[in-house]
T-cell receptor, first 111, second 110 residues
Framework: DAGVIQSPRHEVTEMGQEVTLRCKPISGHDYLFWYRQTMMRGLELLIY????????DSGMPEDRFSAKMPNASFSTLKIQPSEPRDSAVYFC?????????FGQGTRLTVV | GQSLEQPSEVTAVEGAIVQINCTYQ??????LSWYQQHDGGAPTFLSY????GLEETGRFSSFLSRSDSYGYLLLQELQMKDSASYFC???????????FGAGTRLFVKA
């Protein structure tokens, strides 16, 4: 298996633009997590899914953030409109419950 | 809610043993995980404890005491490549919500 695949690896966008981050989890994993990492706030859990159903989205910072998991092999995290403070590394991770496998992350820069 | 406390930095010498502690406060605690992250990389899973006691995986061991809300990661025979950030992560029951501590930066010196 190729592991968790995220795209794009890097994204630079202007403030106010819509940003969509994509994630393909490892086949057979029924949990999918979206995390955001910054120096100031560390690794923050934004939302997680179990069997494609959102279980807890209490970490989503604002209504500008939304996440979907239309099927077991794909998830998106969308920011609309983006702001400079959204600049961070966004990680997607999948697992079976006790162990999470992380993708390589998307480094987002909003200018 | 959940919160995990761990030291911000630890420095040790190559070949030595180092222990990174983690205390947690979490409702419905289920288990404690440890992850390693090198600069510019993604977190990678090291170990998991759901029961009290020591789990050993090669040079790395992890310990959990549920009564003390405390765990630690033990790294033996330190190597330069072990220089990285180490995170403890707590899970709660009923959904495996996984929250990370702030991370401990380990510096291994020659």
């Amino acid at each position: 298996d190729a592991g968790v695949i995220q795209s794009p690896r890097h994204e630079v966008t202007e403030m106010g633009q819509e940003v969509t981050l994509r994630c393909k989890p490892i086949s057979g994993h029924d949990y999918l997590f979206w995390y955001r990492q910054t120096m100031m706030r560390g690794l923050e859990l934004l939302i997680y899914f179990n069997n494609n159903v959102p279980i807890d989205d209490s970490g989503m910072p604002e209504d500008r953030f939304s996440a979907k998991m239309p099927n077991a092999s794909f998830s998106t995290l969308k920011i609309q409109p983006s702001e400079p403070r959204d600049s961070a590394v966004y990680f997607c991770a999948s697992g079976t419950g006790t162990e999470a496998f992380f993708g390589q992350g998307t480094r987002l820069t909003v200018v | 809610g959940q919160s995990l406390e761990q030291p911000s930095e630890v420095t040790a010498v190559e070949g030595a043993i180092v222990q990174i502690n983690c205390t947690y406060q979490t409702s419905g605690f289920y288990g404690l995980s440890w992850y390693q992250q090198h600069d510019g990389g993604a977190p990678t899973f090291l170990s998991y404890n759901a029961l009290d006691g020591l789990e050993e995986t090669g040079r790395f061991s992890s310990f959990l005491s549920r009564s003390d809300s405390y765990g630690y990661l033990l790294l033996q025979e330190l190597q330069m490549k072990d220089s990285a950030s180490y995170f403890c992560a707590g899970q709660n029951t009923g959904g495996f919500k996984t929250i990370f501590g702030a991370g401990t930066r380990l510096f291994v010196k020659a």
